[in-house]
């Protein structure tokens, strides 16, 4: 794995180390200056430097690099000028020779006379330096690099002032770095730092941490692709941004989860120098793993005010404790993680106990009584946790907090002490699941609580456990029949009993029954969705009463009145809104956002999209159902509106999310990256996706854009392959996606169009009939998962622009593999009513070969030049390559490329009988044969064709003479 420095490209510091360059470009110019690096241990000031050596060395400097050392108080005098100095080159030092002082630094060179007073012959010393760097620098810049100022000695402290405050017209830079970290407030680097600040020749250079984006950037080009993208903003997210960390950490992968040891050593170093009492609070302060006030070490550690004091100012004065807001923290996470992981065992518990005493919210006095295994306690603050969590809509807390009482509830004696059932914690845990995107947790908590309650003899809470489970499987995609009978057995216990909440909550779910089962009798479902509304006003259920209204309004739009159904739609989410019920506000949105997408209001319904996204993270259902679905959806429409770009900006927009809403995220992206024939990052990402999960969805819309980038290196039964996947789930599910479906197959025939294609080519007409079959039995099973019912549901789904799109393609790619050329189902293809431009260009492409093959050049230029133009714009590689080769073969000149001058095709009767011979894969020998002329004779007859029509090889003038109809079934 590569190391800083050592195999990767810089990261994250463009500004910083233009900004040097720009100082070494001022001092070559003759105006001397120095630059002084700060940041914490770690950040990457080594790397900076050695960038800008680099490139000093390159453009003619002359360098000389020096490292302070850490040898404790002692010091080692002038140590980075002796390492600079022992840099000369033999000219170099014959001209150090000339100032006999510089032996003190320079072995070898012949020492003089010495003064008796000390201090003169330092200033001697001093001036020696200074005039050699002058009359290095009249040969060429120099750069003076020193390292770790924090370690100075006293001597290379004096010598720096010295040299810095006599720079003026010298081509000289010095450059020196030092650890802000290291700089407790009687640190002996401070007070020359207030001497170089005054100088105008000096400037600073801090330099902070990675942000999160370069951090994330950083582990992936340590990991080469190795870990996971998990895995890498994990590692980015712990480092914080330190780069040292980065590699540390990611080099440590697969070794535990705690620090690697070494980085473990590195950090204890800093607490090590500490006294005994102040070691003793930074133990303290570790426990608390956060912000911890002065009263609370004080309880915890049990130390007299005024020893707390003295403590807590070394800590703060050697960096390892910082003072925000109020507290005290550690001045990096890792730090505290380190000190953590070396306390002993019973020292936790001791201190966690401390802190169960002292702490003020529920979720910390869990955390502390678990640690400190007061079980007891932990239980009942965990369930006052969880209930905390969920007033602030904090849901993926409530599910920690949650589990953990699960997990307590066995082991507790007399658990119900804590206020609450299993049953209750079951189903909060599931419905916390489900906002949090952890979906299967969510069913699994789900069938708990179903089981929970059927040991009780309450009709209305098994009835419940049963809508709670259905409405935890719809976004596993695969469970519809299951559905359908919870559905069914909640109902079966509610029908005959007084309205309630709960029965208005079942109906309402009926309603939604499209959504997993193959019920299309609209009157049945409406008739489901008035009784909720009207059982939710008589029960006071407000939320369940705009939950039906939601679905009322997905009625109204199949019903035809799409304004109408957009208007139900935002009226029922600000009424949502409005009263808290947040889960059916983002349904609401993200359906009115589909609608207008759907009806031709493309840009309107993408930003409503974004506004979905952006409000559910505002309410704390970020990774809901509906959740990712708006983000998938982000994704997929600006990929359709031509905006590649922001659909992979778009498509990295799961930090935090779970593995579910993360990989469908992802998925959507491999469309883009199939379109744009980016196959190493397309690859990279489909490996990753199998790696990390098993969902079927996610699974099912990157087996299409897999498809696609197959098509494009022209593997098409690799296409074949993933369309298969995709159709087979689709068959085991009750209700498939229309849309996938329709592409699916359209990929699925454009595969099977090409593999056919060929084998007419090579006269296996075998072959040929077997993918034409195939081709068909392809057609009848996506025609066996669209919508059977005409009940509104389907005409809207038909109206689909996606759909529109791939169903006008897919009729006109059944035509081609039949071998026929339907004119009118290609102009539908590329007509106007396909409003997704990339799509409508590979549909342009695709038609151009049939028209060349009819001979028709005009319309082929037509359809190329519109495919090529679009193609182009949208960074669509493989379609734009096809395109351009398509038109050289054609001598077929294109808008911005030079024109392609038209050679003979007056191929004689002889020539075209060779061709048509050579294209069924015969070899000359054979054609010879064939044709009672010599093999030599044959090869000529290829070799005149092949000028004739500008081939280069056998493949070539075959594709050629096919796509120009001289040769195959279109031969005129």
Not at 459 to 482: C, F, H, N, V, W
Not at 762 to 779: I, K, M, S, W, Y
Request: aromatic residues 4%; contains cysteine; charged residues 25%.
């Amino acid at each position: 794995m590569p190391r800083i420095g050592s195999g990767i490209a810089l990261v994250g510091r463009e500004d910083e180390l233009t900004g040097l360059r720009a100082a070494l470009a001022t001092a070559v110019d003759g105006r001397a200056g120095a630059v002084l690096v700060a940041g914490d241990a770690g950040v990457g000031k080594t790397r900076l430097l050695s960038e800008l050596v680099a490139a000093a060395r390159s453009g003619g400097t002359t360098v000389f690099t020096g490292r302070c050392l850490d040898v404790d108080k002692a010091g080692l005098p002038y140590l980075p000028f002796v390492e600079a100095l022992g840099q000369l080159t033999v000219p170099q030092r014959a001209l150090a020779a000339r100032r006999s002082v510089l032996h003190r630094l320079m072995p070898g060179v012949a020492a003089d006379e010495e003064s008796s007073d000390p201090a003169m012959e330092q200033l001697r010393l001093f001036d020696a330096v200074h005039g050699l760097f002058t009359d290095l620098a009249e040969q060429a810049p120099v750069l003076l690099a020193i390292e770790d100022l924090h370690w100075a000695d006293a001597s290379t402290r004096d010598l720096i002032l010295f040299l810095v405050s006599r720079l003026d017209t010298q081509r000289i830079l010095i450059v020196g770095t030092y650890r802000v970290d290291d700089l407790h407030r009687r640190h002996p680097l401070r007070p020359l730092l207030v001497e170089l600040s005054r100088l105008s020749a000096v400037e600073h250079l801090e330099l902070g941490p990675f942000d999160y984006a370069d951090a994330v950037c950083m582990v992936d080009a340590l990991a080469d692709g190795a870990l996971p993208p998990a895995t890498v903003h994990e590692i980015a997210e712990r480092s914080e941004g330190n780069a040292f960390f980065c590699e540390e950490l990611t080099a440590a992968y697969g070794d535990g989860a705690g620090i690697p040891a070494g980085l473990a050593d590195l950090l204890l170093a800093r607490v090590e120098r500490l006294s005994g009492n102040a070691r003793r609070v930074v133990r303290a302060a570790a426990v608390a793993n956060r912000t911890v006030t002065h009263a609370s070490l004080a309880a915890v550690s049990e130390l007299p005010d005024d020893v707390l004091e003295e403590a807590l100012r070394e800590s703060v004065q050697h960096n390892v404790l910082v003072t925000p807001d109020g507290g005290y923290n550690f001045r990096h996470a890792l730090l505290c993680e380190a000190v953590y992981d070396d306390l002993l065992p019973g020292e936790r518990v001791r201190l966690h106990a401390g802190y169960a005493r002292v702490v003020t919210t529920h979720a910390m006095r869990a955390h502390h009584s678990f640690c400190s295994h007061d079980l007891p306690g932990a239980l009942v603050a965990s369930v006052r946790a969880a209930e905390e969590a969920g007033k602030m809509g904090a849901l993926g807390e409530k599910l920690r907090h949650v589990e953990q009482a699960l997990e307590l509830w066995s082991v507790v004696p007399d658990p119900e002490q804590s206020g609450t059932t299993e049953l209750t914690l079951l189903c909060w845990a599931a419905r916390a699941a489900m906002a949090s995107g952890e979906l299967e947790r969510a069913e699994e908590y789900a069938k708990a609580a179903v089981a929970e309650a059927d040991k009780l003899d309450d009709p209305e809470k098994q009835a419940e456990t049963r809508y709670l489970m259905a409405l935890a499987s719809i976004g596993l995609e695969d469970r519809g029949p299951e559905i359908q009978v919870l559905v069914e057995e909640a109902w079966a216990l509610l029908r005959d009993r007084p309205v309630s909440v709960i029965k208005a909550k079942v109906q309402a779910l009926a309603a939604r029954s499209w959504v997993w089962s193959a019920d299309d009798d609209l009157d049945h479902m409406r008739t489901w969705a008035e009784r909720a509304v009207r059982d939710a006003k008589a029960v006071g259920a407000a939320a369940v009463e705009v939950d039906a209204l939601v679905t009322l309004a997905v009625f109204a739009e199949w019903s035809g009145n799409v304004e109408e159904a957009i208007r139900m739609g935002w009226a029922a989410a600000d009424r949502a809104a409005s009263i808290g019920a947040f889960d059916v506000e983002i349904r609401a949105r993200k359906n009115a956002a589909v609608t207008l997408w759907i009806h031709g209001r493309k840009p309107e319904g993408m930003h409503a999209m974004d506004d979905v996204a952006r409000r559910s993270a505002e309410v704390g259902l970020e990774w809901s159902l509906a959740g990712i679905d708006a983000r998938c959806e982000r994704v997929s429409m600006r990929y359709h509106l031509g905006d590649w770009a922001g659909a992979l900006e778009a498509g990295r927009d799961f930090h935090g999310a779970p593995t579910v809403a993360r990989t469908r995220v992802t998925a959507t992206t491999l469309w883009v990256l199939a379109g744009q024939g980016d196959f190493a990052a397309l690859d990279q990402t489909a490996e990753d996706l199998a790696a990390q999960t098993e969902d079927a969805l996610a699974h099912e819309v990157a087996n299409l854009g897999m498809a696609e980038a197959a098509l494009w290196r022209g593997r098409p039964r690799d296409a074949v392959g993933h369309i298969e996947v995709v159709v087979g789930h689709m068959e085991s599910l009750v209700r498939a996606s229309i849309t996938d479906a329709v592409l699916s197959a359209c990929f699925g025939l454009w595969a099977l169009c090409d593999i056919a294609e060929q084998a007419r080519r090579r006269g296996d007409q075998a072959e040929t009939d077997a993918a034409v079959a195939e081709g068909e039995n392809l057609v009848r099973r996506i025609d066996a998962l669209m919508p059977k019912q005409n009940n509104g549901r389907r005409a809207v789904k038909e109206a689909h622009p996606e759909v529109l799109v791939f169903q006008a393609r897919l009729d006109a790619e059944q035509s081609r593999l039949r071998g026929e050329h339907d004119r009118s189902l290609w102009e539908e293809a590329v007509g106007p009513s396909v409003q997704i431009e990339y799509h409508r260009a590979v549909a342009r492409w695709r038609w151009a070969t049939l028209l060349l093959t009819d001979g028709d050049r005009d319309s082929a230029t037509e359809q190329l030049s519109l495919a090529y133009e679009v193609a182009d714009r949208l960074g669509a590689r493989p379609l734009r390559e096809a395109v351009v080769e398509l038109a050289r073969r054609s001598r077929i000149s294109l808008p911005g490329l030079l024109p392609i001058a038209e050679p003979s095709s007056d191929l004689t009767p002889r020539e075209l009988a060779v061709l048509q011979l050579v294209a069924s894969g015969m070899t000359n020998r054979q054609v010879g044969e064939q044709l009672y002329i010599s093999q030599k004779t044959a090869s000529v007859h290829l070799s005149r064709a092949m000028a004739k029509l500008g081939a280069g090889n056998r493949t070539e003038v075959v594709s050629i003479a096919h796509d120009r109809g001289l040769i195959g079934e279109h031969q005129r």
